[in-house]
């Protein structure tokens, strides 16, 4: 058996893998007594996001095959971004159509995880193109940590904290704008005015996803202060929503700028 062959087979069977995990899952969820309604809106949203996110592995684990070896690093953290969403929101989902309360902890377990990896996306991209900065990695990947500890430390009902919600929402805001900043005015922005056209343009995507994609989260929190249960409710839709076009959209940039990346170099040769 040749390597590519090899390869391809070991990405179907993971593929395989998933879909009995997402067969199990389904039929977990079915066993209990909380089954989807037709009028529930947020329960619908918590499923059209596990299907996305499972979609969106599946392409990127068969995809990476099809990449130069220098950006295959670079699909298999977009393979894992939306792998451990849909494995969390397997989870989510159930907790939702069970209890009807919004699923805090793990959501922010979930975004603890993805977001870091997202942001290192874009020290990978640099990498790929011989441009990377371990400094750069380190600034980005704290100032993403700082952002969400300090942002589930404001959401979550935590005596230690009580009081500070907002001044702690604040330096989560200033943490997401120091990433900003990087990415459109900073070292990041610098190093890739070396990169090809396809590059350049999949890494500005993505600085877009997080400059406007993720102003929806510290939007929903403001709008989540004191709100009511119909409130809580479209603050879920709205969450999820933003979860699969931040991670499936910023995924496909990280594809796009691969497979242009690889497609240069192969006419170059």
């Not at 592995?57 to 950006?71: D, M």
């Not at 894992?80 to 494995?87: C, E, K, P, R």
């Not at 290192?120 to 990947?141: D, H, M, Q």
């Not at 704290?142 to 430390?153: D, E, Q, Y």
């Amino acid at each position: 058996m040749n390597k590519s062959t090899l390869i391809r087979t070991s990405s179907l069977t993971l593929v395989g893998a998933l879909s009995l995990l997402t067969l199990s899952s389904v039929a977990a969820s079915s066993s209990t007594n909380g089954m989807l309604k037709e009028t529930d809106m947020v329960g619908v949203s918590f499923w059209i996001a596990t299907a996305m996110m499972l979609a969106s592995t599946v392409f990127f684990i068969l995809e990476r095959n099809n990449v130069a070896p220098k950006w295959k690093t670079s699909m298999t953290v977009a393979a894992l971004v939306t792998g451990i969403a849909w494995y969390h929101y397997t989870y989510m989902r159930e907790h939702w159509v069970a209890t009807g309360e919004s699923p805090l902890v793990m959501r922010y377990i979930d975004w603890l995880i993805t977001v870091p990896l997202q942001v290192s996306e874009f020290y990978l991209i640099l990498a790929a193109i011989g441009a990377a900065s371990a400094v750069l990695f380190w600034r980005l990947f704290g100032a993403s940590i700082i952002m969400l500890v300090t942002g589930f430390l404001s959401e979550a009902d935590i005596d230690a904290v009580d009081g500070m919600e907002w001044p702690l929402f604040i330096v989560g805001c200033i943490a997401w704008a120091y990433i900003i900043y990087e990415l459109w005015a900073g070292e990041a922005k610098e190093k890739v005015g070396e990169a090809s056209e396809g590059t350049q343009f999949a890494f500005k995507a993505m600085a877009g996803i997080l400059t406007i994609g993720w102003a929806i989260y510290p939007l929903g929190w403001i709008l989540g202060q004191d709100a009511g249960d119909s409130g809580i409710d479209r603050l879920n839709i709205l969450y999820n929503i933003a979860d699969v076009v931040n991670k499936t959209a910023f995924g496909l940039m990280v594809w796009y700028a691969a497979t242009m990346d690889t497609k240069a170099s192969s006419s170059e040769e």
